[in-house]
Nanobody
Framework: QVQLVETGGGLVQAGGSLRLSCAAS????????MGWFRQAPGKEREFVAA????????YYADSVKGRFTFSRDNVKNIAYLQMNELKPEDTAVYYC????????????????WGQGTQVTVSS
């Protein structure tokens, strides 16, 4: 079992930055792909970023490419999502998720989820 806890959400003005953290317990993250997803009110959950258990490839949604940066520290068992140049349309609850080995943009393929953290971007 992997338990995930997101922190770092909040209220920020458009153009600002936030860094989300996803702390894992129960298992080391070194064998897990990590994903970030978000869900805005009245919308379906959507993919934001993901990274497989190893290797340099990080996948981003087109809507966040160039503004958001995924990183992870397998020693500390934490994944991060640095969000810059935030826009009002980035407002959502952000979730981190984990699954063994390979990254995917499909939320249904992740086994473990955090409780989410609210990000609100004002215009």
């Amino acid at each position: 079992q992997v338990q995930l806890v997101e922190t770092g959400g909040g209220l920020v003005q458009a153009g600002g930055s936030l860094r989300l953290s996803c702390a894992a317990s129960g298992r080391t993250l070194s064998n897990y792909a990590m994903g970030w997803f978000r869900q805005a009110p009245g919308k379906e959950r959507e993919f934001v970023a993901a990274h497989g258990y190893s290797g340099p490839n990080i996948y981003y949604a087109d809507s966040v490419k160039g503004r958001f940066t995924f990183s992870r520290d397998n020693v500390k068992n934490i994944a991060y999502l640095q969000m810059n140049e935030l826009k009002p349309e980035d407002t959502a609850v952000y979730y981190c998720a984990a699954r063994l080995f390979l990254a995917t943009m499909n939320s249904d393929e992740y086994n473990y989820w955090g409780q989410g953290t609210q990000v609100t971007v004002s215009s």
